[in-house]
């Protein structure tokens, strides 16, 4: 049986504070006071949670007991199969992509620092936004030292332009991070490294295609519903915080 909570090691040496996570995603009063209780046993700093949205109880005991609502992750899929019967965009033919090098990564970096700002953790306020930076450069990073099976780039006059990191679990794939440079948006880059990014799960192959992003993100919601994507989930996640930090602002 899956214990209630859990602490999460990685997040807590990467924040510095002691970090932990309600597994499931509903909640009950008996549940709600084993994890008020189980957070000050183990002296948690920060607690994640997501959330069905739902089930109104599970809202209602989170948003009463200290939860704080940073983010609405939805999650969008799309079958290998319905997304090869969509139009060929010819513009997004002709724009150059390539599989991520050694080389890139230092481009690469610079891009995740500016490109995630609507994740959670930038939203909670308690973590500051250099450490929330740090993070998504050091995800990409290890993306293309091997954590993620595929990273597309692309690539402008010679130098990355943005990123699609891509994670294949047998006949299902999941997009993982996708970043634009600055000066490139607004150019169809994004769309373009969805689009060569289904070309590689088609080839694996892989079946269907999961993505999450942020429910804030109306641009990304749109890019993916324009490469045919279609919703299937809408969770939420909550973060819980002593309450020594809770009223502190950034840590």
């Known amino acids: 049986m ?31 006071a084993t994890i008020e209780q189980w957070c000050a046993d183990n002296a948690v700093e920060c607690l994640y949670f997501l959330a069905d949205s739902d089930h109104p109880e599970t809202l209602r ?23 090869q019967t969509l139009p060929v965009n010819n513009h997004l033919e002709s724009m150059s992509v390539r599989q991520a090098v050694a080389n890139d990564i230092a481009v690469l970096q610079s891009i995740a620092r500016i490109s995630h700002t609507d994740a959670r953790f930038y939203a909670d306020g308690c973590f ?5 930076a740090d993070l998504y ?16 780039v692309a690539d402008q006059n010679g130098r990355p332009a943005g990123y699609c990191s891509c994670h294949r679990h047998g006949t299902r794939g999941q997009i993982g991070l996708v970043g634009v440079d600055e000066q490139a948006r607004g150019q169809g880059l994004g769309r373009h490294l969805i689009h060569q990014a289904m070309r ?13 992003t942020q429910g804030r993100n109306a641009a990304a919601l749109r890019l993916y519903q324009r490469c045919g994507f279609l919703v299937q989930s809408v969770q939420i996640w909550y973060h819980r915080w002593a309450p020594d930090y809770s009223t502190q602002g950034q840590l």
């Open 137 to 152: 450069a050091l995800w990409i990073k290890r993306s293309c030292e091997g954590y993620a099976d595929y990273v597309a």
């Open 2 to 32: 899956r214990q209630l909570c859990q602490i999460l090691e990685w997040d807590s040496q990467f924040f510095g504070r002691k970090i932990g996570r309600a597994n499931g995603h509903r909640l009950d009063p008996q549940q709600m």
């Open 128 to 132: 500051p936004p250099e450490s929330c």
């Open 61 to 83: 005991l989170a948003g009463n007991h200290g939860f704080r609502l940073v983010d609405i992750r939805v999650t969008l899929q799309c079958r290998v199969a319905d997304w």
């Open 200 to 212: 590689w799960f088609a080839e694996q192959p892989v079946e269907v295609v999961d993505v999450v």
